[in-house]
């Protein structure tokens, strides 16, 4: 098990930012990591953050799951298709 910690202080911004450092953290490893396994992000807890986090992270072929995204938007597997999360969308709650 491998596990790094990123802080996005709550910040869109940071976020993608700590997004774009995973990524390029496993760059680094000079490895195919999709043929190790399928990596992914724990967090972020806000919908607004996993809108800015998803694409990031979807465009390496990284997922994200979230204990506190609720937005409808985040449903839409053509936009986020590495989205996950444990919680129902707004839209059944």
Do not use: C
Not at 37 to 45: E, K, S, T
Not at 72 to 81: E, F, G, N, V
């Amino acid at each position: 098990l491998n596990l790094e910690v990123f802080d996005t202080h709550g910040s869109a911004q940071q976020a993608i930012i700590e997004a774009l450092e995973v990524q390029e953290m496993y760059e680094q490893t000079n490895v195919n990591i999709h043929e190790l396994y399928f990596p992914i992000v724990l967090g972020a807890p806000w919908s607004s953050l996993s809108i800015s986090t998803a694409p990031v992270l979807g465009t390496f072929d990284m997922g994200q799951i979230s204990a506190g995204a609720t937005s409808i938007a985040l449903s839409d597997r053509t936009k986020y298709p590495y989205f996950y999360r444990t919680i129902p969308s707004d839209e059944l709650q």
